[in-house]
């Protein structure tokens, strides 16, 4: 069964950081794309990042080009997304999505991706 776990949200000031991480479990291979979406009430889930199967490649939105960098641990399998210099437009629900055999070009559409962790809050606000 697979599992996919999110964890890292939070309160935080403009102008914090925090450091989200995903878990993957149950998956036919170690190796799979994962990209980061995130939702606030009554809009679509949208593209924040993605980063490849085996780390070498990453994307990001406009929106967070510059301030959020996606990694891979590659003794532990987690990745993470760093989210620095935060504003209040970053609130949202946060969520990590995982599929194996995503093609990369179809990194940034949300249901081309197999599994989905439960969503993390992240509310930037002073």
């Known amino acids: 069964q697979v599992q996919v776990v999110e964890s890292g949200g939070g309160l935080v000031q403009p102008g914090g950081s925090l450091r989200l991480s995903c878990a993957a479990s149950?998956?036919?291979?170690?190796?799979?794309?994962v990209g980061w979406f995130r939702q606030t009430p009554g809009k679509e889930r949208e593209f924040v990042a993605a980063?490849?199967?085996?780390?070498?490649?990453?994307d990001y939105a406009d929106t967070v080009k510059g301030r959020f960098t996606a990694s891979k641990d590659s003794a532990t399998n987690v990745r993470y997304l760093q989210m620095n210099n935060l504003n209040a437009e970053d609130t949202a629900v946060y969520y990590c999505?995982?599929?194996?055999?995503?093609?990369?070009?179809?990194?940034?559409?949300?249901?081309?991706?197999?599994?989905w962790g439960q969503g993390t809050q992240v509310t930037v606000s002073s």
């Open positions: 149950g998956l036919s291979s170690r190796f799979f794309t």
């Open positions: 980063i490849s199967r085996n780390g070498g490649n990453s």
């Open positions: 999505a995982v599929d194996v055999g995503l093609i990369w070009g179809l990194r940034m559409i949300a249901r081309q991706y197999d599994y």
